[in-house]
């Protein structure tokens, strides 16, 4: 009985992780999301380790996140809008891969590297 009981817990984790994963929705919570690792995943490649663009983010024009003066003129909303959408042959949309949470978890990354 009580073998089985754990079994069936057991399933139904199984379960429910594979709807998840399948459909899409992200099993994760904001306070769970590693912004960081995003990130280095997704975004160190052209806007560079600490928000000073390398080489590739350079020459395709990519802004200094670490810059007062970009943070300064940037609100959050163009941020996220630039994250969803990309630049066409300049960086990619992260709408598909990214969800809404995760992409507000990246706004606060970004905004960490103005702060000196
Ligand atoms: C292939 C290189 C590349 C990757 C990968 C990339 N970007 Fe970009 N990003 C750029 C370029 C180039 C620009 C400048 C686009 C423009 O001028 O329109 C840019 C612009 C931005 C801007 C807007 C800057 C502004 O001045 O408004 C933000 C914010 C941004 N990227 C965030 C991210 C985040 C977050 C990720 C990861 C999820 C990411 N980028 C991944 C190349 C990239």
């Not at 996220?80 to 891969?97: L, S, V």
Request: hydrophobic share 40%.
């Amino acid at each position: 009985m009580y073998r089985k009981g754990i079994f069936a817990a057991t399933s139904f984790a199984v379960v429910a992780g594979l709807v998840t994963f399948f459909s899409g929705i992200p099993a994760s919570k904001a306070a769970d999301i590693d912004a960081k690792k995003l990130y280095m995943t997704h975004c160190k490649t052209c806007h560079g380790e600490n928000g000073q663009p390398t080489e590739l983010g350079v020459g395709l024009g990519a802004s200094e996140f670490a810059n007062a003066e970009w943070q300064a003129k940037t609100p959050d909303e163009q941020i996220i809008k630039q994250i969803n959408n990309g630049t066409p042959e300049k960086m990619m949309p992260f709408k598909e891969k990214l969800t809404p949470d995760e992409i507000k978890a990246l706004v606060s990354v970004i905004r960490g590297f103005g702060k000196k």
